[in-house]
């Protein structure tokens, strides 16, 4: 399969984050690519370079506010004391209700507060560029898919499937599956289906269509009354407006083996294919393995070569993105297996 990778995801490389009320090491580490980037190499893959400015498809999925915001972060943090250049910016306060969004604050804390979902998301210095270049490579994969290339695979991080129109969370800045759905609709295809197999609920992906007919969004996740991001993925949230009816969640208890998790992908396969649709994004986390250390499915890493046989049978122009999978040294067989089984 064609891929896409770039060294810049190394950028992206915050220290720490919290857990249990502690600072741990990131779970989200620059190691995850280095390992996908080998399995793709060691396994015959070939591996290019992003070669597509995702400039003009990032206003179409988050507000040129929090673009700005998320560019010029870093910088904006160093003003305020050039010691930041060792210390991480997490949000402290959170505009929630009663509290008022609409008169955004001048100070950079405050903002990282309206532009966040969590205190999980620590930003660093390279952390625009490494994400910019994700987009770039979503929007690359894109271009190949649109062209003619049956399948592509985007070897990145941070992931995506978190960020919504205008916020960041769950690790992720910009909505990489999100870029990739808009840029095969630029390109023509009609109707794009994202289908989101990360163990966490793609709610950002969720949130950037759940007005929108032309992109479905199905996912299948742990359900959030105990797993993040907690506060959006029930059954219940169907669409809205010219959308209702083209968002499809399939929450699943944790600790869910994985034939009650082929059973329900078998179920969001089946609206996909009443949708009709044209080009297919997946959003590809390799969390819901059975040794992945803060998910709770149970999947072997042959069910992902299994996963890609049925993604296979869809018979869609495909562009498979990296989201999440913190399992680091399976991550690169995982990932391969699902591109492997795709192309058996
Ligand atoms: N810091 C993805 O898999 N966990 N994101 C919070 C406390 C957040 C996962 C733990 C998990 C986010 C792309
Ligand atoms: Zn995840």
Known sequence: MRTVFTPLHALHAPATEFFRGERVPC?????RARYVHEALVARGHRV??????SRPVLPQVHGERYLAFLESAWAR?????PANAERQPFPSTWPIRTLRADREPSEFSAQLGVYSMDNGTPICAGTWDAAKAGAD???T??????????????ATRPPGHHAGPDFMGGYCF???AAVAAQALRNAGAARVAVLDVDYHHGNGTQAIFYERADVQFVSLHGDPRTEFPFFL???DEVGAGAGQGFNLNLPLPAGALADAWFDALAAGMARIRAFGAEALVVSLGLDTFEHDPISKFKLSSDDFLRLGERVASLDLPTVFVLEGG???EALGQNAVNVLDGFES
């Not at 290019?48 to 400015?53: I, L, Q, R």
């Open 174 to 176: 910009l909505n990489n």
């Open 326 to 328: 913190y399992a680091v």
């Open 48 to 53: 290019d370079a992003p070669e597509v400015d």
């Open 233 to 235: 993925g029930h059954a």
């Open 77 to 81: 943090w160093l003003a305020l004391d």
């Open 137 to 139: 490579a979503a929007a």
């Open 141 to 154: 994969a894109a271009r190949w898919v649109s062209q003619g290339e049956r399948a592509a695979f985007v």
């Open 27 to 31: 779970f989200e580490k620059v190691d």
